[in-house]
Structures are given as structure tokens and as C-alpha cells.
């Protein structure tokens, strides 16, 4: 027999996202053919001048480590693009480079919290939030977001009800995964009054924040006020606005003293995020934003085909998302959980997609599909769907 394991590392389950694609593969085996909706990941390439670089940089060598805190040249480059992009005012010295936000959030978790301590996590939410809380000893407290006119929105008064002595910090995380809402100023505004009153950390996860559709505008939480930004950490990456999944390259935005200590604690995490990509990234924030804006131009088509297809299906309701590459509409309540209606789907009609309910109890009855697929795709997929559940009019 072996020796015992952690308590808090057994206090994690796994993801549904992985769980429900192993489903799909078993199915696949049999010769099912399925249309995937399950998984947030672009597919498209990186922009050709980042694979170009990359290349470089193996060819010159650039393969040795990194200082924690990431390469100098690209911390510049991407202050340089937070400034023009989303107006954030900070130095190449707040910015700490690591192994996706993935890394980033496991850094700002261990460098924000003690055990027993308290974090508000906004639901309908990304569940690694909660199980990187509970790594480190903390308790995820899930605190449900509003709806208006069929959208979740803030609710600044659950949130202020939610506040006990332990608690540390809110996550809040625009573009919002799963919900496909960019907040207003308004909210965010919102969550920051709380978090002033109780003196809370702000942090705000944005890797979604350059695919934001027509009519919205990502908002930082960093750029309210001074003393916002003075409690506030985002948490960022390549993966989504860049394509740039596996490359596993993000970035962290802090005060200079909790940015000090990210980069002290990521020396004992990762030591670096993979130097070749360090290189190939300047390339992203300097010559890539043709190719960005590319992308997103295709995301809008998909969205618009997506949320219009699911709205012919009877008692499906789909706001069009404003960010993000998701859909997530509501399903009737008389049709049960949506862990069910999701199994249903993936072994009736042979899509995959996400159950609201693995994002919190708020949203039970909700389904979430990934858009970062071809429109073919998503011709394909709604017309199962419409099959499976009978259409409109
Ligand atoms: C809201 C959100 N945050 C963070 C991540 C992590 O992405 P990465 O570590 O690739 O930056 C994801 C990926 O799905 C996500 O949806």
C-alpha cells in the first residue's frame, strides 16, 4: 500500500470538459461521428510572423532560462499593447510572464491566500477557479450572478452579502467564460465597490479579452481608478485572442509588490515559461494584428450562425454573446439538469457540448457550445440539434 495523499489535492474532481470529450472518443471508437462543441480552443494556427519567430529563436539558440519575471523585450511589448488596447497604464515591471493563465492563476492563488481564507467566485463560472482555490487550503464561495432580459449580469448586492471576515478576494473574469458577456464598466464598478468597503483583492481573469464582437468594449478592472488598480491582479494569455493554446504562454498584470512576489513564487513553479515561445510572443504583440482581427472577424460570423440556429429550437433562448467563443443558451426547465440533456445529445444525436450545471447551480439549465469551430460545423451540429429537439414555427 502507498503513503497517504494531500487533502488538498485530493479535494479536486476532474473536469467535465475532458471527461464528456473521453465520452465522445468512445463513441468515435464505434464510428459515431461527432460534432464537437465541447472545447474552448481556436482552430486556427498561431499568426504566421509568431511561427516564424519561433523558428528563429531555435535556430539561434535561444533555448537557456529565463529570469521569473519573463524576457525584458517582451514585457515591454506587452505593456506597450495593454497601454493601446485596453489603456492600462503600467511598467514592464508589473508584468510576470508564465506557463499560460493556467500558471498565472496558480501563482496569484498561492501568493494571495492563506488556508481558511475566503474567495467569492462569480457563477456561472471556469471551474478551475475553485479547484486552484482549494489548492492552496482556501474555500471557493460561489456567489450567483443576476439575470436581466435573459443575460447574467452582476449582482453587486449578492456579492456584498457574500463578504465574511475570511474572505480575501473576487474573481471576476471578462469576457466571461462560460456566458459569452463582456461586463459593463457599470459592473465591474460593481464587484471594486466591494472589494474597496472590505479592503478584497480583485482578480480578474481576461484571456478573452481581444474577441469582443461588435457594439462591446472589454473594460480592465485595472483601469477604474488607482485604488482599484492597487487591489486588483489580472490574470491573461495568448491562448485564445492569439491562437495560441498549447504554446502555453501568459502573463500576469499586479502592483509592483505582489508582481515581486509572482515572480519570486514562479521561480518555484515553472522557474520559466518556455524561452522560445518568450521569443516567438513579441511577435504576437508587435506584427500580429491583422491576423487577430481576422479571427475575430470569422468568431462574429460563427456567433451570429450559432445563436440564431439555437434560437429556432423550441424553448432555447441564446443571447448573442459579446465576447468570447461561446454560446450558452437556456434550455426548459422541464427538460431536467443539463448534465443529462448533454449525455442525451452526445449519445443521441452525437453532440458534444458543455452542461450548464458544471459552471454552478445558477446555471442548471443551460448549455454551453463552443463557437471556435467552422461554420460548417455549426451548420452541421444545429441541425442535429434542431432534429433532436423540434424546431420553431
Ligand atoms: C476563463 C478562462 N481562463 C483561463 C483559461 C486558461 O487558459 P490558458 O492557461 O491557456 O491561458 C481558460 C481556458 O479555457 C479560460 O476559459
Known amino acids: 500500500m502507498s503513503p497517504p495523499l494531500s487533502k488538498f489535492g485530493q479535494s479536486v474532481g476532474g473536469s467535465t470538459v475532458v471527461g464528456m470529450r473521453r465520452q465522445a472518443d468512445a463513441l468515435e471508437a464505434k464510428g459515431m461521428r461527432v460534432v464537437d462543441f465541447g472545447i474552448g480552443e481556436p482552430d486556427f494556427e498561431a499568426p504566421p510572423p509568431v511561427r516564424e519567430a519561433a523558428i528563429k529563436a531555435v535556430r539561434d539558440g535561444k533555448g537557456n532560462y529565463i529570469d521569473p519575471r519573463g524576457l525584458v523585450e517582451l514585457r515591454e511589448a506587452i505593456a506597450e499593447f495593454e497601454a493601446g488596447q485596453h489603456g492600462l497604464a503600467i511598467s514592464p515591471d508589473q508584468i510576470v510572464v508564465t506557463p499560460g493563465s493556467y500558471g498565472g492563476l496558480t501563482l496569484i492563488t498561492r501568493a494571495l491566500l492563506d488556508p481558511g481564507n475566503d474567495v467569492l467566485v462569480i ?134 509588490e505582489l508582481a515581486e512576489l509572482l515572480a519570486r513564487l514562479n521561480q518555484y513553479a515553472s522557474r520559466c515559461a518556455t524561452s522560445i515561445v518568450q521569443y516567438a510572443a513579441v511577435a504576437a504583440f508587435r506584427d500580429s494584428a491583422s491576423y487577430v482581427a ?46 443529462n440533456v448533454a449525455d442525451d445529445l452526445l449519445k443521441k444525436a452525437g453532440v458534444l457540448l458543455t452542461p450548464g450545471s458544471s459552471y454552478g447551480p445558477t446555471s442548471r439549465h443551460h448549455l454551453r457550445l463552443s463557437f471556435a469551430t467552422s461554420l460548417e460545423t455549426i451548420e452541421n451540429g444545429i441541425a442535429r440539434l434542431q432534429e433532436a429537439l423540434p424546431p420553431r414555427g
Open 123 to 256: 457563477e456561472p463560472c471556469w471551474g478551475p477557479y475553485k479547484a486552484m482555490v482549494k489548492l492552496t487550503g482556501a474555500n471557493p464561495v460561489g456567489v450567483p450572478m443576476g439575470t436581466r432580459q435573459g443575460r447574467f449580469v452582476i449582482d453587486g448586492a449578492r456579492l456584498e452579502a457574500a463578504v465574511t471576515a475570511k474572505t480575501r478576494a473576487i474573481v471576476v473574469n471578462t469576457p466571461w467564460n462560460p456566458t459569452g458577456r463582456v461586463l459593463l464598466a457599470e459592473e465591474l464598478a460593481a464587484v471594486a465597490k466591494v472589494a474597496e468597503r472590505h479592503d478584497l483583492w480583485i482578480v480578474a481573469d481576461e484571456v478573452y479579452s481581444e474577441l469582443v464582437y461588435a457594439n462591446a468594449t472589454h473594460v480592465s478592472a485595472a483601469t477604474l481608478c488607482a485604488d482599484i488598480a492597487a487591489r486588483t491582479v489580472i490574470a491573461t494569455s495568448l491562448s485564445k485572442s492569439f491562437a495560441m493554446t498549447g504554446w502555453r504562454l501568459g502573463y500576469c498584470i499586479a502592483p509592483p
Open 294 to 339: 481576422e479571427m475575430r472577424h470569422e468568431y462574429e460570423l460563427r456567433r451570429n450562425a450559432i445563436a440564431d440556429g439555437l434560437n429556432r429550437i423550441v424553448g432555447v433562448e441564446c443571447p448573442l454573446p459579446e465576447g468570447t467563443f461561446y454560446a450558452f443558451p437556456q434550455i426548459p426547465k422541464a427538460w431536467g439538469d443539463s448534465k
